[in-house]
């Protein structure tokens, strides 16, 4: 093989880089420097160590690493660790090029030379590991990327012709960009909440910031101020008890809470069926670990957070925009472990009872468990849940929070309602004791006091229609969503809407998939304007 068609690769593969920052983890790499910088590439050489660690990086991070020398060397942990030490050099959107020889190629060449240096058994030649391609790309998953194309031979000519990569190719070499990954993958990292940092819904650059709602809970009644004052002053000590047990006897609350779901939610609930966790948050990432044998399947606009925790652990995740009706047959086509779905969607659309049963018969047929995010539900009241599918379904988990419309977030309450089927699934992923027992028994209250949102569901009706026509008078794409709902969507691919909305004073809240890149969407949430005044300013801004 020429120098000069690996070059000639390189150069084609930096193209499409999203800078021209290049590392090279290679101590013989001269001579692709000097080509590369001749094309306009900033290259410098990254030598890495033994043990397969580059202890000194030219740059914090850059655009492209090339990556062919090291991964023939060392072990797979050696491997795991180099590759996400370039992970996290890498720009969003970098890109990694890898090369690797082909393991049925040599075996072939040692075969015909009499030679068994290659160790079948753990995959080991003359010590060091030899991938295969979906050996290869699995590692490149578990350290955070997300391969897109593969190639052999540095031939770049045959694999834009869509010719696959033959067995008796000598190299392999896969182009890999890197995901989002917990913490930054998260949907709430890099912002405040409606209580700490942009209390009063107003900061220093909007005059009106429509990104949070400060006031929701202000439409409660009884308000969970009422009721935690009245949880303490009952409390002996003011809550020193509560605070001082440690209840080893029911570590996941489904003992003492069946009885108050239950009546919530008006069904039956068994206690074996109920795990109680800190926040929807960490209940969603405990639970991706359902994803781990055959992958997640999501809608696009999803709340990132279970497919970024999936994600972490290596699992496919697969984004589809099809609608609800359509899921069935994409799940029986794609055969993940777990579907996951938000109810209500981050557009406002709140999927069906039937729609869920649809999906969960899909889902049974290629043995996989359909959870399903309600931590925004809450507005609806608990009529509206699927908590009550889940005696009828073997597949099912729904998620509940106690702090979207509660505005209660720092409690960290949060729990799942299984079907018995995975209920003990669910448990073995879940760990034990995560909520405080004095938060668990304000939730508690919480519950018992039955639909706290009408009040709350009136005030949106009465404000929503007045947002909705403001902003399409301004000539923005607005999607409404339910009319309960204390928010509406704007799509903003292009920026163009944050912009209209900032020249007013008038702050959003952006949500942009971090998802895998085909998937991506930008949109603009703003929560309706509940107050009087807050209304006002909204009128007066927009109009």
């Not at 490149?140 to 897109?148: D, I």
């Not at 944050?498 to 998937?519: C, I, M, Q, Y």
Request: proline share 8%; net charge negative; glycine share 10%.
């Amino acid at each position: 093989m020429t120098v000069h068609r690996r070059l000639a690769y390189l150069a084609a593969a930096l193209a499409q880089a999203s800078g021209r920052r290049v590392a090279d983890l290679d101590d013989d790499a001269s001579d692709r420097v000097g080509a590369l910088t001749g094309l306009g590439f900033d290259v410098a050489v990254v030598p890495v160590t033994d043990r397969l660690a580059a202890p000194s990086w030219p740059l914090d991070k850059v655009d492209t690493v090339i990556c062919i020398d090291p991964l023939t060397r060392g072990g797979e942990a050696d491997h795991l660790r180099l590759l996400r030490d370039i992970r996290r050099r890498l720009v969003p959107g970098g890109m990694l090029i890898a090369g690797h020889p082909n393991p049925f190629r040599l075996l072939a060449d040692l075969l015909a030379a009499g030679d068994a240096e290659l160790d079948l058994v753990d995959g080991r030649y003359r010590g060091d590991r030899r991938y295969t391609v979906p050996e290869l790309t699995a590692l490149l998953a578990k350290a955070g990327f997300v391969v897109e194309r593969v190639d052999a031979d540095f031939d770049r000519v045959a694999a834009d012709r869509g010719e696959p990569v033959h067995p008796a190719a000598r190299e392999v070499q896969l182009v890999a960009r890197p995901v989002s990954l917990p913490p930054g993958g998260l949907a709430g990292m890099g912002g405040g909440d409606g209580r700490g940092g942009r209390g009063d819904g107003l900061d220093r650059s909007h005059v009106l910031d429509l990104g949070w709602a400060p006031d929701e809970a202000d439409w409660l009644r009884p308000s969970p101020a009422t009721l935690w004052r009245e949880l303490i002053t009952e409390q002996p000590d003011l809550g020193a008890e509560a605070t001082r047990h440690y209840p080893l006897d029911d570590p996941y609350g489904g003992e003492r809470a069946a009885a108050v779901v239950a009546a919530h939610f008006h069904t039956t609930v068994a206690p074996s069926s109920l795990t109680f966790g800190a926040g929807t948050t960490a209940l969603l990432c405990s639970l991706s670990g359902l994803a781990e044998a055959g992958g997640v399947l999501v809608p696009s606009a999803v709340f990132p957070d279970l497919p970024a925790w999936a994600l972490a652990l290596g699992c496919r995740v697969r984004v589809t925009p099809e609608p609800p009706d359509v899921l069935p047959s994409v799940i029986r086509s794609f055969a993940p472990s777990l579907v996951h779905i938000d109810r209500p969607a981050l557009t406002g659309r709140l999927i069906s009872a039937e729609e869920i049963e649809g999906i969960s018969t899909a889902a049974a047929e290629v043995a996989a468990v359909v959870s399903v995010d309600e931590a925004y539900a809450s507005y609806f009241g608990p009529a509206a849940s699927a908590v009550p599918l889940v005696r009828r379904l073997d597949n099912l988990v729904v998620l509940r929070s106690l702090s979207k419309g509660y505005c209660w977030g720092g409690l960290r309450v949060g729990f799942a309602v299984a079907s018995p089927a995975v209920a003990e699934r669910v448990r073995e992923l879940v760990p034990p004791l995560q909520v405080s027992e004095l938060a668990y028994r304000m939730a508690m209250r919480l519950l018992a006091a039955g639909d706290v949102f009408a009040p709350l569901r009136e005030r949106t009706a009465a404000h929503k229609r007045v947002l909705i026509d403001l902003l399409c008078g301004l000539g923005l794409p607005v999607l409404e969503g339910h009319p309960h709902l204390p928010w509406v969507v704007i799509r903003d691919e292009d920026g163009s809407a944050v912009r209209t909305l900032a020249e007013r004073g008038v702050g959003a809240k952006p949500f942009s998939s971090r998802l895998p890149a085909d998937s991506r969407v930008t949109l603009l949430r703003l929560s309706v304007p509940l107050s009087d005044q807050r209304l006002q300013a909204a009128s007066e801004l927009l109009s």
